[in-house]
């Protein structure tokens, strides 16, 4: 009977429009602690799964708050917490809710006044990585392609625009952002919270580098000659491209690792063999065509060189992403829509295969 009931549960929103009524944890819970069979319990919690993921899809169509859509979405996922497995819960947010915090963290207007910031979209990303709802790739992904890189672009055109004695507002808005970025209002010991996303971002390094160059771009304002304020102008990434750069790297430390394994096992003392290799992997470059390949493999989606005639465009390699012709020129993808080429985004074109 609770079987019957779960799968014939539809979601729907209460009287207010911001939260589910008869919410699945309500009235599944109570009756865990009963189903002892070792039959029953993964059966129930696979059928919860679905209606989970009903959920979510009913409030993408239908809330058209963000704020109201993303504290639904908690609402609805939290409880599962430790009842359902991480991956699931992720994979759940991944699909429904992180394209959302991508396009409303890339619409932040990052204001030079730092008061007048809302930061509302930033701490329901924090929040949903604290509660282990959002996978660390991902929390970093978005905070580095979407709100860094934003800021980033402000802080150039800022400095691009003033001179070298009026560094001083600029100076205190950049530690505001970091302080802001790096430590929580509460001022926790982030070592002691456990999956704390202010841990997350202070032991990164992509992140890390991101605000040396905002101290590169400031010092090129102060002492003129040393540094060049053009050379260090930022490039605007979405999260997407920033995921599968991440993955890619993360992979190629994994390979070195093994690399370095095999040579301490094997092939000590014979000579440099793989230690030259790893030495030579770990240097080296990820390039925009093999984050957009990770990207295509993390997404289930074939990525192939074009053959024949229209192999090339502007001199550049024709790939097959899925069944959509693209070419990629300075980080940036072009898809061929109705015989013309047009810069798109890497989201665009998975919803278009």
């Not at 004695?165 to 070592?191: C, M, N, P, R």
């Not at 990164?204 to 060049?228: H, N, T, W």
Request: glycine share 6%.
């Amino acid at each position: 009977k609770l079987t019957r009931t779960i799968m014939e549960w539809k979601p729907n929103l209460d009287e207010t429009g911001v939260h589910l009524e008869n919410r699945l944890e309500g009235w599944i819970l109570p009756w865990l602690q009963y189903l002892d069979h070792r039959s029953i319990v993964p059966t129930i919690l696979s059928d919860v799964a679905k209606r989970v993921k009903s959920a979510l899809s009913f409030s993408k169509r239908k809330v058209s708050n963000d704020n109201v859509f993303f504290n639904i979405c908690i609402e609805t996922l939290q409880p599962w917490s430790r009842i359902l497995k991480n991956e699931t819960l992720q994979h759940l947010t991944s699909t429904f809710v992180t394209p959302r915090l991508g396009r409303c963290l890339s619409r932040l207007t990052i204001d030079r006044n730092f008061e007048k910031i809302r930061w509302d979209t930033v701490n329901i990303t924090f929040r949903l990585c604290a509660l282990g709802l959002l996978s660390n790739k991902e929390f970093l992904g978005l905070i580095e392609g979407e709100l860094l890189s934003n800021w980033t672009e402000v802080m150039h055109t800022w400095l691009s625009s003033i001179g070298t004695t009026d560094h001083t507002q600029v100076t205190k808005y950049y530690l505001k952002w970091k302080t802001h970025i790096f430590h929580s209002d509460a001022g926790e010991t982030t070592s002691k919270v456990p999956n704390s996303p202010y841990q997350l971002l202070q032991d990164d390094e992509m992140i890390c580098r991101i605000f040396y160059g905002c101290l590169l771009m400031i010092q090129a304002v102060i002492q003129p000659g040393k540094y060049s304020l053009q050379s260090l102008c930022p490039v605007h990434f979405g999260y997407s491209v920033v995921v599968a750069r991440r993955m890619k790297e993360s992979r190629a430390r994994a390979e070195e690792t093994l690399q370095k394994m095999e040579y301490d096992t094997v092939g000590k003392g014979t000579g440099s063999g793989g230690f030259i290799y790893a030495s030579e992997k770990k240097g080296e470059n990820v390039t925009f065509r093999e984050v957009v390949e990770e990207f295509a493999r993390e997404k289930d989606i074939s990525f192939r060189p074009r053959l024949g005639s229209n192999a090339t465009k502007n001199g550049k390699q024709v790939f097959l992403f899925g069944d959509l012709p693209i070419y990629l020129e300075s980080n940036v993808v072009y898809v061929l829509r109705v015989g013309e080429w047009l810069p798109t985004a890497l989201d665009k074109l998975v919803s278009s295969t």
